[in-house]
Each structure stands twice: as C-alpha cells, then as structure tokens.
C-alpha cells in the first residue's frame, strides 16, 4: 500500500508542519511547535489544565489562517482594546510595549510547501486597536504570492466554512449535538455546509447549461417570430420567459435581503446570548454581593458581641496572664505548705534528741536511738537547707484576688466568636476575589436594555421568516412558469420551420441540464447515505452499549439513535449526544473530498472511562494529522497510549509560568 508521501501530488492532503506563535494571548514571545507525524503515528496530544492556554492553539491557527477569531458568541476577538481584557495580543507584550504579534504556519498541500504568516504591528505607543496594520503574506515553495490571492489561495485549501470540520471545539461540537437533538433548526445552514466538504456545491457548474439554453431558444424564438403562425405561440413563451426572468430577479433580490436579515438576525441573537450570558453573570455577582454583606454582618455581630463581653471583663485580654501568675502561685503555696511540713518534722527531732523521749509516743531513747535522729536531723537541714522562708498566708491572699478575675467561660466564648470572625472574613475575602474575576469577564461587554434587544431578534425572526415565505411562493410560481415554459418551448423546437441547429442546441443544453441535475442529486443522496453508514459504524467503535443497533441519517444530517429492534431512542444522555457528534464529524471527514489536520479541543470528561478509550482510539483515524487538546480530567500526561494500541507522533504541555504567561514543552511520546 503506498504512503502518503507516495500519492500523486493533487491526492496529497494539507498537513501542517509547524507552528510559531509570539504574544498572542497568554503566549508571550516566540513558541513554536513541531507538528510533523508519520503514517503510522498520526497523533499529536497537548496537555494542559484549564486556563492554561490550549485554545489559544486554536485561535493562533484560525488567526494565522483567516485573520479572524470568534469568542464563543461569536463575537470577533480584537488585536487590541484597552477597556477589555479580551484582545489577542499579550498583555505581558503590552505592559513591555512590545506591540507586535504575529502566527506562522508552515504546511505542505498537494505535495508543495507553504508558508502563511499574519503579523499585526503598531508604531509605537498603541491606544487603539485601530493603531495596528494586519500584514499578511503567504510564499509557495520560494515564491511570495501576493497579497490579493492570499485569501482564494486559503480559502481553496481549506476554506473558511470547510475548516469548522477540521479545526472545531467544544463549542462546535454543541452546536452538532443541538442540531441532534432539534435537527429542524438552523438546518439548512448546517447541510449546505456539510454539503460544501463533501464537494456536493462543485456540481452546480453545470447550471451554466440552462443560461446557454436560453441563449439559443431566444435565436430560434426570433426567426419563427417572423412567420405569423407562429406569432401567438413564440409571444407566449417569451412573456412566460419574461416572467420567469422576472421572478428569478425578485427572488434574487429577496434572497439578498434575507442574507441581510439573517445576517442581522445573527448578530441580535449574538446580543441577547451575550445579554442573557451577562444577566447571568450579574445574577452571580449578586448572589456573592450578598455573601458579602452576609459575612460582613456577621462580623459585625460577633465583633459587637466581643466588645460587650470585654466591657463586662476589661481583664480578659490579660486572662491568659493571670492563669499563669495563678498557677505560679499556687506552686509557691505547694512550695510553702511543704516547707511547713518539714520544719515541723525538725522541730519535733530536736525536742526528741533534747528529751531523749520520742514526742509522739513517749518511748524513751538510748543512745543509739539518739544517735540515728541526729544523723536524720542532719540530713533534714542539708535536704531544706534551701528553702526561704515565706508567707504561706500571703500566698493565700494574693491566689483569692487571682481568683476573682478567672472567667473559663468568657474566654471560650470570645474564642468562638473570634473563629466565627476569621470563618466570615476568608468566605468575605473569597467572594470579593470572584466578584473582581466576574467584573473582569463583565467589562466591555455590551450592555443596554434585554427587552429591546429580545424585541428586535423577534421581529427579525419574523421578517426572516416573512421572506422564506415569500419565496417560498416565488418558487412555486417560478417551478409552474418554468413549466408552462418548457411545454411551450418544446413546441417550437419541435416546429418544421424551427432552425434544426438551433433546436439541437437547445434540447442538448437541455438534456445534458437534466443529467448533470438527477447526477447532482444522486451524488448528494449517496454521500448523506454514506455519511450516515461510515457514522454509523464509528458509533458503534465508540459506544460500549451493544444493544445500539447504530444510526440513522435524515435529510437534513440529523443522526437518530437506533435500538436493537431498529426503533429511534429519545431522551439521550448527554455523554451519548457528544458520541453520536463525534460520529457524525467522523463520518463526514471520513466521505470528504479532501483529507486535512483535524484539530480538536474538546471535553471528553462526561464520557466514562471505557467511552473515553474508545473515542482515543479513534482518533488517529479522523485523519492524517490529528491534534488533541486534551486536560489531565480527560488524559493524564503519565498515560500510556501505546497500552492501547495507539501510535503518538508528538506530545506537548502548556504550562503557566505566571498569572498571565504560559509555555508550551514538548514531553516524551
């Protein structure tokens, strides 16, 4: 089997080389990255924790590639805009008044090299993203192409509306998932882009055959308009052409207002999802503004309540002194009451030896006896010798005074109030460090009236859907035209007096019109049906459920899934919308007309583990370049693929260096 690298060169798919980012987003200075793999190592994973910098990939390349990165309203992402923190360039770069950014890709598309490269630079001091030129230059091999067929050249490659199959997101991938589950909504715009991948809208050259058609009935119309008898029959088809040119000139126009209204409508809808987006956020920033005046009420409370005990107690915070001189104390009159006893005990030696009778029970002493409580007298001075003398009695009267100023429960009391304080001033903290975080998200977001904004995406959508309607009917007026006006035409081609080289021309653009048409057709139902079976058997790679029987393709590529008896199951799970999606991307990848990098940066961390391992050894078979970004939630960087049976061409890290900053290292695959 031949590689790749051994096709024909118009047979060989864009792969990208690598990839070199300076000061785009968190990238600050030059990254480059190495995306080469081999035919049987078609898989480069980066890992990196949320917020560290994987999408940013994503943008770097869609940047590199279009000019432009939509956030995930939609909304364009600017070079540069000082009252947000959602621009493109680095703030790092900023805060250095480095001011310039660019993405340079280098890929090789049916077998040549290119190089596409898009600066954006301000001279000097930037303060708006107005400042900045966009630069961008593209070079074939070693020639530089210029800059008006960098766009067409790109879009050739891999177009802009191609490229949402190759290089998609989670964002993306909620978009199929809703367009599974309501595959009536917005699916016209999704099949004509699908239908674009699988080269469906290239056969459409052919329309040209009915414009040479009509060229030739004119001619022919015209030379038996001069013979009367014709004169009825050649003035209604020409008035029914008439009309036909005019209805296609109303619906031309109608559509382009619906373009425009659509487009318009898209923008409302962006507003209101923006809107809602920030309602939510301002419900969040309230609900922790009250967390903030909750914990702050309760350190009011505690703290008022620690100065009512203190006034009570003004020698609480000297307690913990007292306890200790108290237990001084108390050891002192230990010390004391000891002494005592054994002063009392000499005393009685001594008038036991002077006696020599024992004072306690009257035996009388020999010498002997005398002589051993001498030595025990002794012994006693040596062993108290150092004591001091002291006031047992004072002792006494300063423990009593101690004793009036203990209060066990006081302190605990205080205690715990003092932790309930410290409990409300980290929840206080805490809040107000997300309180920052959600303004930051909320600034320079647009704001203004929801009521308003909901108001004109209604009646846009009315006035979208108004135009459908209109033609709609223009359609079925303009099919009954055309009709009547083929009927009558192929009566006049059929005339004795018709030109005969005429009347072939016609009817040969004609049925050559009607071949390419029906070819269209069948084209378009055999790539949806081979859409559906290729999805179909991707899902039953990636599903753990054998009882699925697989899915099943509508008109409009909606999946439905399928039980064992062949039936639709409603109500899926969340986890087996993102499996049939990934069905559906594979199965469209899989019937494209061209091969390209698939790039995804997706959350499998719904899926459970055995979902997960399939979905990973799918991959290498979306394409021939295929990029994961992928957190440790998902694949551990410590994972081995190779355990199951997966070839990794590269393996890379995005890791913070700071707040701000992040880098990209390559790991050992």
């Known amino acids: 089997m031949l590689s790749r690298r051994q096709w024909p060169k118009w047979l060989r798919p864009m792969l990208i080389s690598s990839l070199e980012i300076r000061n785009l987003r968190c990238f600050y200075g030059s990254h480059r990255i190495d995306l080469t793999t081999t035919d049987t190592a078609s898989l480069i994973v980066i890992h990196g924790e949320n917020m560290r910098g994987k999408t940013s990939i994503m943008q ?21 805009d ?12 900023v805060s250095d008044g480095d001011f310039c950014m660019f993405v340079e890709i280098n890929f090789t598309h ?3 090299d290119y190089q596409v490269r898009r600066e954006a630079r301000a001279d000097g001091q930037a303060e708006s993203n107005e400042d900045f030129s966009i630069v961008p230059t593209l070079k074939r091999g070693q020639h530089v192409l210029s800059e008006a067929t960098i766009g067409p050249t790109i879009e050739a490659i891999l177009s802009r509306e191609v490229s949402r199959f190759f290089l998609f997101d989670g964002e993306m991938l909620q978009d199929y998932e809703q367009l599974l589950k309501n595959p009536d909504e917005e699916a016209l715009t999704v099949k004509t882009s699908i239908e674009k991948i699988l080269g469906v809208p290239a056969l459409g050259v052919f329309e040209d055959l009915d414009e040479l058609a009509a060229v030739d009935e004119k001619r022919l119309n015209t030379t038996l308009k001069k013979r009367a008898k014709y004169g009825d029959l050649v003035d209604a088809a020409n008035q029914l052409q008439n009309e036909i040119k005019g209805l296609r000139r109303d619906r031309a126009e109608l559509n382009y207002e619906l373009k425009e209204r659509r487009d318009k409508l898209a923008e409302a809808e962006k507003a209101v999802s923006v809107m809602r987006d920030n309602e939510k956020l301002l419900l969040q920033k ?23 005990v203190l006034r009570e107690k003004w020698w609480l915070p000297a307690s913990r ?26 005393r009685g030696l001594k008038e036991s030896i002077a006696g020599k009778q024992c004072t306690q029970c009257d035996t009388t002493l020999d010498h002997h006896d005398v002589d051993r409580l001498r030595q025990k007298l002794t012994k006693l001075k040596l062993e108290n010798y150092v004591f001091e003398p002291m006031s047992v009695l004072d002792a006494y009267r300063r423990q009593r005074l101690y004793e009036k100023f203990q209060a066990t429960d006081a302190v605990a009391e205080v205690a715990l109030r003092q932790h309930e304080i410290d409990r409300a001033r980290i929840a206080r903290g805490d809040a107000e460090s997300k309180i920052k975080q959600l303004e930051a998200q909320m600034a320079g977001r ?20 108004g135009l459908e309607k209109q033609i709609g009917g223009l359609d079925t007026k303009l099919a009954e035209k055309t009709s009547d006006h083929e009927a009558k035409q192929r009566q006049l081609t059929g005339l004795p007096d018709a030109d005969p080289k005429l009347s072939l021309q016609v009817k040969t653009y004609r049925a050559f019109s009607d071949i390419f048409n029906k070819a269209m057709e069948t084209y378009r139902e055999q790539a949806r049906v081979a859409v559906g079976h290729d999805a179909s058997d991707i899902f039953r790679q990636l599903t753990t459920e054998a009882a699925y029987a697989g899915l099943q393709i509508n008109d409009a590529y909606g999946l439905a899934l399928l039980d064992g008896k062949g039936q639709p199951i409603p ?9 049939v999606a990934l069905s559906l991307i594979g199965g469209l990848n899989k019937a494209a007309v061209r091969e390209g990098p698939v790039m995804m940066d997706t959350n499998f961390a719904r899926l459970d583990l055995d979902h997960r391992e399939n979905v990973l050894r799918f991959l290498p078979q979306l394409g021939p370049q295929v990029i994961v970004l992928v957190h ?23 890791i913070r260096v700071s707040e701000t900053k992040s880098e990209i290292r390559e790991l050992a695959s």
């Open 632 to 654: 440790s939630g998902e694949l551990p960087k410590d994972q081995e693929l190779s355990d199951l049976g997966i070839n990794v061409a590269r393996r890379y890290e995005v």
């Open 321 to 346: 002194a007292m306890e200790q001189r108290l237990a001084a104390i108390r050891d002192e009159i230990e010390s004391g009451m000891e002494q005592i006893e054994a002063n009392s005990r000499l």
């Open 446 to 465: 647009a704001r203004g009236d929801m009521k308003a904004k909901i108001e004109r995406w209604q009646r846009l959508t009315s006035q979208v859907d």
């Open 60 to 80: 770097a390349i869609r940047w590199g590639l279009y000019g432009e990165v939509a956030d995930r309203h939609g909304t364009d992402i600017p070079v540069f």
């Open 286 to 308: 309230n609900e922790l503004d009250q967390k903030v005046q909750e914990a702050e009420t309760s350190i009011d409370e505690h703290e008022s309540a620690v100065r009512e």
């Open 82 to 93: 000082p009252k947000s923190r959602e621009q493109l360039l680095s703030h790092d770069a």
């Open 571 to 579: 109500g899926r799970s969340s986890g087996a919308e993102q499996i």
């Open 110 to 112: 049916e077998g040549e």
